[in-house]
Nanobody, 119 residues
Framework: QVQLVESGGGLVEVGGSLRLSCKAS????????MGWYRQAPGNQRELVAG????????NYADSVKGRFTISRDNAKKTVYLQMASLKPEDTAVYYC????????????WGQGTRVTVSS
């Protein structure tokens, strides 16, 4: 079983930066594909960024390319989302997800951390 705990959300002004962290429990972290997702009010949850097991491949939603960076530290069992040049439309609850087959529909989820970008 994998448990995921996100942290790092908060209130930030337009143009600001935040770094989200997702700490995983269990011994299989290095075998997991990891992703960051977000859900804004009234919207479906969407994939923001994903990273494969050995960090050689990353994927980003078009809306965040060039502004967000996903990374992971397998020794610390942690995945990060560095967010820069934040916009009001980035306001959402951000979730960490993990799976052994990919990050497009993962079976493991964190509880979410809220990011609010104020204008």
């Amino acid at each position: 079983q994998v448990q995921l705990v996100e942290s790092g959300g908060g209130l930030v002004e337009v143009g600001g930066s935040l770094r989200l962290s997702c700490k995983a429990s269990g011994s299989i972290f290095s075998f997991l594909y990891m992703g960051w997702y977000r859900q804004a009010p009234g919207n479906q949850r969407e994939l923001v960024a994903g990273i494969n097991r050995d960090t050689t491949t990353t994927n980003y939603a078009d809306s965040v390319k060039g502004r967000f960076t996903i990374s992971r530290d397998n020794a610390k069992k942690t995945v990060y989302l560095q967010m820069a040049s934040l916009k009001p439309e980035d306001t959402a609850v951000y979730y960490c997800g993990a799976g052994t087959l990919g990050y497009f529909n993962p079976p493991y989820w964190g509880q979410g951390t809220r990011v609010t970008v104020s204008s």
